[in-house]
């Protein structure tokens, strides 16, 4: 069964290093999606990406986030100048069609990237 | 977007069906109902999603209320693995709206 991958799956960096965090999304699937978790909270939307420019962001997802898709496989997220509170579990997901089709839109998540800034 | 209402956490035997509730009593007509679920830190997984019908699949039923101000998640024979949290998500099917926003959602444990 096809799924998303996410690398690293642990990246440890200082405060204001820049980090890429690295996604491969399901082959076919046209949309993707960045989320974080921090540690014990919920589940928060960052940013949404489609026909290679962004299609809807949350205000979490300042000047010092960026996505790009570099490539027809990969999808990453890069942070700039890297926070201590930017510390978090980092999901990518993909899907086939967006939400805004008459409620298509399963996400397919990946594992996840366990962010750690010191 | 509608806001939903879980309970923070229920329990559940091993083998019985477990009924999840979710409160979303200013949901408007364009607006689906998400279900996905969280098992320990994995990524969130998609579980069942639907406008008004019930809907059924290899893993749930969704039954959502004639005035579908409330919804119903049944997992008909709960499992040790199904131990997750489980958040209901109400999202509006239209343009670019392609993000799903998540609560707390509901910790459910399913005991031996």
């Known amino acids: 069964e096809p799924e998303v991958t996410q690398t690293p799956s642990h990246q440890v960096t200082q405060m204001g290093q820049e980090v890429i965090l690295r996604c491969v999304p399901i082959s076919n699937h046209l949309y993707f999606y960045w989320y974080r978790q921090i540690l014990g909270q919920k589940v928060e939307f960052l940013v949404s990406?489609?026909?290679?420019?962004?299609?809807?962001k949350s205000e979490i997802f300042d000047d010092q986030f960026s996505v790009e898709r570099p490539d027809g496989s990969n999808f990453t997220l890069k942070i700039r100048s890297t926070k201590l509170e930017d510390s978090a579990m980092y999901f990518c997901?993909?899907?086939?069609?967006?939400?805004?089709?008459?409620?298509?839109?399963?996400?397919?998540f990946g594992p996840g990237t366990r962010l750690t800034v010191l | 977007d509608a806001k939903t209402t879980q309970p923070p956490s229920m329990d559940c035997a091993e083998g019985r069906a477990a009924n999840l509730p979710c409160n979303h009593s200013?949901?408007?007509?364009?607006?689906?109902v998400y279900w996905y679920r969280q098992i320990h830190s994995q990524g969130p997984q998609y579980i069942i999603h639907?406008?008004?019908n019930n809907e059924t699949n290899e893993m749930a039923s969704l039954i959502i209320t004639e005035d579908r101000k409330s919804s119903t998640l049944i997992l008909p024979h709960a499992t040790l693995r199904d131990t997750a949290v489980y958040y209901c998500i109400v999202r509006v099917a239209m343009g670019n709206n392609n993000d799903m926003r998540f609560g707390a959602g509901t910790r459910l444990t399913v005991k031996p």
């Open positions: 997901a993909s899907s086939e069609m967006g939400v805004g089709l008459a409620g298509a839109g399963e996400q397919f």
């Open positions: 990406f489609y026909n290679n420019e962004i299609s809807e």
């Open positions: 200013t949901i408007s007509g364009n607006e689906y």
């Open positions: 639907g406008l008004k």
